[in-house]
């Protein structure tokens, strides 16, 4: 609910339905692949899509860990910088300031910009922490990415060898089945 409710809580449902569009494809390929027996066209498509999934995925996870970096912490900064300034223009009036009206004024001030400051900080700690577990998971998804890479490749290179195979069987049965007239 929290992560619902956060700046970035819109990018990640965006994300997330992306995400499980693809991923139901994908999971149907899978099972057309274990169903056709693992026919190499099926696998070649399934890994293929597969690989395209983890390619999106890792795309959201990074272009999610970017918006935290160069959107949300600079931002952030510069609410602590305003805060800050007034934070000190308002000790500044309150050390002058005689009236105890004004004062109680700029001391609530003061209180509600204090608050302000440690909800900015501690929401940049919340945001960091999310990036930090964004950046575990983005890692493993690279691997994952890697793998699938490969056995998309592997998959690719033994569906080239299952053809040439056949065409030359069917060459070599050609040549067999010739007779002198």
Request: hydrophobic letters at 35%; proline letters at 1%.
């Amino acid at each position: 609910d929290s992560l619902l409710s956060s700046v970035v809580g819109d990018n990640l449902i965006q994300s997330s339905t992306v995400y499980e569009n693809a991923k139901q494809i994908t999971q149907q390929l899978m099972t057309l692949t274990v169903n056709s027996g693992e026919d190499v066209e099926n696998s070649k498509r399934y890994y293929g899509l597969y690989t395209v999934l983890l390619r999106t995925l890792l795309h959201l996870q990074q272009t999610f860990i970017s918006q935290i970096e160069d959107k949300y912490f600079p931002h952030l900064e510069k609410i602590v910088l305003t805060v800050q300034n007034l934070s000190a223009d308002s000790r500044r009036l309150l050390n002058n300031e005689t009236d105890d009206n004004r004062r109680h004024h700029l001391q609530a001030n003061l209180d509600a910009q204090d608050l302000t400051l440690k909800t900015a900080l501690l929401y940049k700690q919340h945001l960091a922490s999310y990036r930090n577990k964004i950046a575990a998971v983005r890692d493993q998804t690279a691997v994952d990415l890697q793998i699938a890479e490969n056995t998309y490749q592997t998959v690719k290179v033994s569906g080239e060898l299952l053809n040439l195979l056949r065409t030359s069987q069917r060459s070599f049965n050609l040549l067999l089945n010739l007779q002198m007239p």
